[in-house]
Structures are given as C-alpha cells and as structure tokens.
C-alpha cells in the first residue's frame, strides 16, 4: 500500500527516468517544489519498501513494482488532466487539480472517467451537446435543441462546417 506522497514521488521519479534514464535528488527536489534532505529520506523509505533502486550519491530509478505504481498514477493523472480541459479548465489548474484528484478517485469512477475522456476525444467531430456545453460555460444559457429537429439549432452550421478529424 502506498501513501499520496509515495505516488507523488514515484511518478516524478517515472516522470524523470523517461527523459534521462535516473533521477536525482535535485531533480525530484525541484518538480516537488521540496528539500533535498526530504527527497534523500524519502528515497531511502521508497528503497526499503522495494520502490526504488537507490545508492547514496547516485540516481534513482524504479523497480518493477515501483514503475507499475508510477505508471498507473500517471495514467490517471494524464486521463483527469484531459477532462478537466475538455471542461474548459485552464492547463495549469487542471494539471494542480489532477494531481489532488488522482490519489481520491475511486477505481470504478476513473474507469468510467477514462471512457468518457478516450469517446470524447475519439469522436468524428464535435457533438451538439458539447456545442451547447461549451456554450452554456460561457454564457450561463441552456440551448435546448432535438436531434429531431437538428436543421433548428444553432450550431448545426458551425457543427457540419468543421472538418472531421483523422484518425
């Protein structure tokens, strides 16, 4: 079992690892916004716990079980990001919300977030209701339009205008 600040650490350390291969006490010292003597405490702990591989002076890097945690972290950091900007959240308050939201979300939940998020994304083109959710964000009004009635509402152009995305 891992703690919020375990899952903190494992993911900047994976997070590290891809771009050179090891991380460093200043490295995860800076993306933590912590002490170095804290980094260095913490990776003797994520050592013991058979997270890290750790030598006093040298880079860390994960372990199998400490990269599988990390991996799973940030896929659900990455998922909850993407939402909260499909929502119209602004980047960097999405990225500090995601990282709250990562370690409290229920499994059951992020399965049901992560299929909303991989549909929207995978989708042709925008759909109505989206038009009318981005519109209701801006402007604090409902638009209430029926498929059936689809040549009424006011997105329909804007909507059939835009080019489809490609695969």
Do not use: W
């Given at each position: 079992m891992?703690?919020?600040r375990n899952?903190?650490?494992l993911?900047a350390i994976?997070?590290?690892?891809k771009?050179k291969g090891?991380?460093?006490?200043?490295?995860?010292?800076?993306?933590?916004?912590?002490?170095?003597?804290?980094v260095t405490?913490m990776f003797?702990?994520?050592?013991?716990d058979?997270?890290v591989?750790?030598?006093?002076?040298?880079?860390?890097t994960?372990?199998?079980?400490?990269k599988?945690?990390a991996?799973?972290?940030?896929?659900?950091?990455?998922?909850l990001?993407e939402?909260?900007i499909i929502?119209?959240?602004d980047e960097?308050?999405?990225?500090e919300d995601a990282c709250?939201i990562?370690h409290t979300v229920?499994?059951e939940?992020?399965?049901?977030?992560?299929?909303f998020?991989?549909?929207?994304?995978?989708?042709e083109?925008?759909?109505?209701w989206?038009?009318?959710y981005r519109?209701?964000v801006?402007?604090?009004?409902?638009?209430?339009c029926k498929p059936?009635k689809?040549?009424e509402?006011?997105f329909?152009?804007e909507?059939?205008?835009?080019p489809?995305?490609k695969s």
């Open positions: 891992t703690t919020d899952e903190d650490y993911e994976y997070t590290m690892t771009k090891y991380a460093k006490v200043r490295d995860i010292s800076q993306i933590l916004s912590v002490g170095p003597p804290s405490e003797k702990k994520l050592a013991d058979g997270f591989n750790y030598e006093r002076y040298s880079g860390v994960l372990t199998d079980k400490g599988a945690i991996k799973a972290v940030r896929a659900k950091h990455d998922t990001r939402l909260l929502f119209g959240i960097n308050i999405a990225e709250k990562e229920n499994p939940t992020m399965d049901r977030l992560t299929k998020v991989d549909f929207v994304k995978g989708a083109e925008e759909s109505h989206f038009a009318h519109h209701y801006e402007t604090g009004e409902r638009i209430q059936s689809d040549h509402c006011p329909q152009k909507l059939s205008s835009k489809k995305k």
